[in-house]
């Protein structure tokens, strides 16, 4: 940790050479204040993006904020995303893998501000051109969906993004149905 990454090399790396971006961050060695820092701040600026974005934008429907407020939203997504990361890590151990929460927590932070500085891409498009910004939504969702893959298969130290695909879908299935647990049994006021 003696020396400092250069957060645009990081950047530039993770959408052209993913798995070199999360050996990047791996031997870096993060503490979890600097993880649970970048954490929390993506979080944050997100569901602050989320609500302004949605404030501006006319709808018949019912906006974000008719439903949630931003900090139930900020710690919904907070809380779903640390099940994820738990879920992956243990999914990936149990097909060998080698990655540790703390490893799989440094990487979804990454990634957290991966999404977060894609979003604002979306939402510039959304402004400015809109027949394109579903378009490039679609395609956002393939790099991130690819980014995710090579960050698990680099962590895990698989070395196969097929396995890592496969941990992956399960991981995150494996996370669906904690929540959708988790949600009946307090909607049972157990």
Same mark, same amino acid.
């Given at each position: 940790?003696?020396?400092?990454?250069?957060?645009?090399?990081?950047?530039?790396?993770? #959408?052209?050479?993913?798995?070199?971006?999360?050996?990047?961050?791996?031997?870096?060695?993060?503490?979890?204040?600097?993880?649970?820092?970048? #954490?929390?701040?993506?979080?944050?600026?997100?569901?602050?993006?989320? #609500?302004?974005?949605?404030?501006?934008?006319?709808?018949?429907?019912?906006?974000?904020?008719?439903?949630?407020?931003?900090?139930?939203?900020?710690?919904?997504?907070?809380?779903?995303?640390?099940?994820?990361?738990?879920?992956?890590?243990?999914?990936?151990?149990?097909?060998?893998?080698?990655?540790?929460?703390?490893?799989?927590?440094?990487?979804?932070?990454?990634?957290?501000?991966?999404?977060?500085?894609?979003?604002?891409?979306?939402?510039?498009?959304?402004?400015?051109?809109?027949?394109?910004?579903?378009?490039?939504?679609?395609?956002?969702?393939?790099?991130?969906?690819?980014?995710?893959?090579? #960050?698990?298969?680099?962590?895990?130290?698989?070395?196969?993004?097929?396995?890592?695909?496969?941990?992956?879908?399960?991981?995150?299935?494996?996370?669906?149905?904690?929540?959708?647990?988790?949600?009946?049994?307090?909607?049972?006021?157990?």
């Amino acid at each position: 940790m003696g020396s400092t990454v250069n957060l645009v090399d990081l950047l530039k790396n993770s #959408f052209t050479n993913p798995k070199d971006a999360a050996s990047t961050i791996i031997s870096r060695g993060f503490s979890y204040d600097v993880i649970w820092s970048v #954490f929390v701040a993506s979080i944050c600026l997100t569901t602050a993006m989320q #609500f302004f974005v949605d404030a501006m934008m006319k709808s018949d429907g019912p906006t974000l904020s008719d439903v949630s407020s931003p900090w139930i939203f900020a710690m919904m997504v907070g809380g779903m995303t640390l099940l994820v990361c738990a879920t992956i890590t243990w999914t990936g151990q149990r097909f060998d893998g080698q990655a540790n929460f703390k490893t799989i927590f440094a990487l979804v932070a990454w990634l957290q501000v991966i999404q977060l500085l894609l979003q604002v891409l979306i939402y510039a498009l959304l402004f400015l051109v809109a027949a394109l910004a579903g378009f490039a939504q679609i395609a956002i969702i393939f790099w991130s969906l690819w980014i995710f893959v090579a #960050f698990v298969d680099t962590a895990h130290k698989f070395d196969n993004m097929v396995k890592a695909s496969v941990v992956s879908v399960l991981g995150i299935g494996l996370g669906g149905v904690i929540l959708f647990f988790m949600i009946s049994f307090m909607g049972m006021g157990l």
